[in-house]
């Protein structure tokens, strides 16, 4: 039973080029969350997912980032133009409900790195 | 706003003493869990303890929640140097939608001296 699987693990861009962040949610799962960490700090809410809607989105920058959660296929993270405060680690999160009181199971991380 | 805030930020015991962490928070919340993060690793879940708990166990982990002063702790008895990690509280607030995002607090470190 493969956990929530992330890919990249490690992503280089210049800045003004994008990123694209995979995430694979555990099986069974259609409840995807991303987070944001930052160095020495913890980790920021972005964006909930279901399959093909965004739920909540309160946690995304207004502009350069989207996300997207297919019928099929990974959810995506994207963002466009990156700078260099875009450096971090992006985590996202499955879980089989999208209502408190529920473990969310986290993926290894993508470790982006603006140069 | 930090909803969640750890205490200690650093902590550094011996193999075989007991560390606690402790965890305060600001709004009204339906539940509250821990993490551990390994350096550079992602996050493994440990306890979920809800609102209406006072306190939880798993193996030599001891949770703890006082709703009143909004605040929990986590207890890690006879610690092991394998226990070296980031430890952190995650809340999900009653009043966010539902929707179970969770907001982190800033982490304690934990390094335990074998």
Known sequence: NAGVMQNPRHLVRRRGQEARLRCSPMKGHSHVYWYRQLPE???????????????????????????????????????????????????????PLGVGGYEQYFGPGTRLTVT | SQQGEEDPQALSIQEGENATMNCSYKTSINNLQWYRQNSGRGLVHLILIRSNEREKHSGRLRVTLDTS??????????????????????????????????????????QVKP
């Open chain 2, 69 to 110: 002063k909004k605040s929990s702790s986590l207890l890690i008895t006879a610690s092991r140097a394998a226990d070296t990690a980031s430890y952190f509280c995650a809340t999900d607030s009653v009043g966010s939608s539902n929707t179970g995002k969770l907001i982190f607090g800033q982490g304690t470190t934990l």
């Open chain 1, 41 to 95: 700090e913890g980790l920021k809410f972005m964006v909930y997912l279901q399959k093909e809607n965004i739920i909540d989105e309160s946690g995304m920058p207004k502009e350069r980032f989207s996300a997207e959660f297919p019928k099929e296929g990974p959810s995506i993270l994207r963002i466009q133009q990156v700078v260099r405060g875009d450096s971090a680690a992006y985590f996202c999160a499955s879980s």
